[in-house]
């Protein structure tokens, strides 16, 4: 069984500059997660779907981030402008519909805002 | 708002120790705990995940215990191996939310 894909695996860009990191969850699975670890923290939550639909949101600043899940399968997360605070890895996991069920992470894209 | 603390933050044991990393919360209303190991450039790999209802799970050389009334869990590694050397992240899924919560994670290094 394919795992969760993500690209680019690595990403530098200029303050000010726009990015845009694309997820592909494991076939099947309802429930889409985009996290973001800053280095030597855990991961955080940015935003969760559930098919279409997002779920919760409340931690994705609203202002420069927005993310999108097309037709329930893949999804990309977009920050516009970026900011040096926004050096992080990004991670994308899915998991089956249920709460609670085990979520299955990517490798994660690392940005570098200089 | 869960709090998640690991302690202790980094641990470097010789090979063949056993060993154990702890994580406390600070809500006890959880759903379910669940660790993770992360290896450095990649992503997190569930370990193993606790219901709240459950005492403890085992998974080869790994058993993590769970006390949710004092907002405590451990994570048990037997007779560990250089191959165990990496990031190990406790996570807890609240009654509330559908957001785990992370600990900033306790990294592992087995010395041969």
């Known amino acids: 069984e394919a795992g969760v894909a993500q690209s680019p695996r690595y990403k530098i860009i200029e303050k000010r500059q726009s990015v845009a990191f694309w997820c592909n969850p494991i076939?099947?699975?309802?429930?889409l997660y985009w996290y973001q670890q800053i280095l030597g923290q855990g991961p955080k939550l940015l935003i969760q779907f559930q098919n279409n639909g997002v779920v919760d949101d409340s931690q994705l600043p609203k202002d420069r981030f927005s993310a999108e899940r097309l037709k329930g399968v893949d999804s990309t997360l977009k920050i516009q402008p970026a900011k040096l605070e926004d050096s992080a890895v990004y991670l994308c996991?899915?998991?089956?519909?249920?709460?609670?069920?085990?979520?299955?992470f990517g490798p994660g894209t690392r940005l570098l805002v200089l | 708002k869960q709090e998640v603390t690991q302690i202790p933050a980094a641990l470097s044991v010789p090979e063949g120790e056993n060993l154990v990393l702890n994580c406390s919360f600070t809500d006890s209303a959880i759903y379910n705990l669940q660790w993770f190991r992360q290896d450095p450039g990649k992503g997190l790999t569930s370990l193993l995940l606790i219901q709240s209802s459950q005492r403890e799970q085992t998974s080869g050389r790994l058993n993590a215990s769970l006390d949710k009334s004092s907002g405590r869990s451990t994570l048990y590694i037997a007779a560990s191996q250089p191959g165990d050397s990496a990031t190990y992240l406790c996570?807890?899924?609240?009654?509330?939310?559908?957001?785990?919560?992370f600990g900033k994670g306790t990294s592992l290094l087995v010395t041969p």
């Open positions: 996570a807890v899924l609240p009654n509330s939310g559908y957001a785990l919560n």
């Open positions: 076939s099947g699975h309802a429930t």
């Open positions: 996991a899915s998991s089956p519909v249920g709460v609670g069920e085990t979520q299955y």
